[in-house]
């Protein structure tokens, strides 16, 4: 790879905006979002979102859940295991610790199971 082209990959920048309204209660009512990297860079609404960052001077983890009152019951069990699946996922590429990562996936295959969502 030239210097060049090394030195575009350092300098690329990727954004996602989310945007949120509110309810005169402050419950989120519409959540929006798009992406730079995705096909046609157009907005699309959510009923829910996770989104955990990882403060590495404190050593703690900043979150942010938001869901609508449009979300429900059903959908909020489905989004959790498949949120849980990919932090399942997320652990096994990070740390590459296959014994951890499984006992992850199982608690996903239970959690699917209880919450009776099992495919």
Not at 85 to 111: H, N, P
């Amino acid at each position: 790879m030239s210097a060049q082209n090394q030195n575009q990959n350092q300098n690329q920048k990727k954004e996602i905006n989310i945007s949120v309204e509110l309810d005169k209660e402050n419950i989120p009512e519409k959540i929006i979002w798009n992406a730079t990297d995705e096909p046609g860079n157009e907005q699309a609404e959510c009923r829910a979102m996770i989104m955990s960052l990882w403060d590495h001077k404190r050593k703690d983890t900043l979150r942010l859940d938001l869901w609508t009152r449009d979300m429900t019951v059903d959908e909020m069990k489905i989004f959790f295991h498949q949120t849980l699946v990919t932090m399942a996922d997320t652990l096994k590429r990070s740390i590459d610790d296959e014994r951890i990562s499984g006992d992850m996936q199982d608690f996903c295959d239970y959690f699917a199971e209880r919450m009776e969502i099992k495919e």
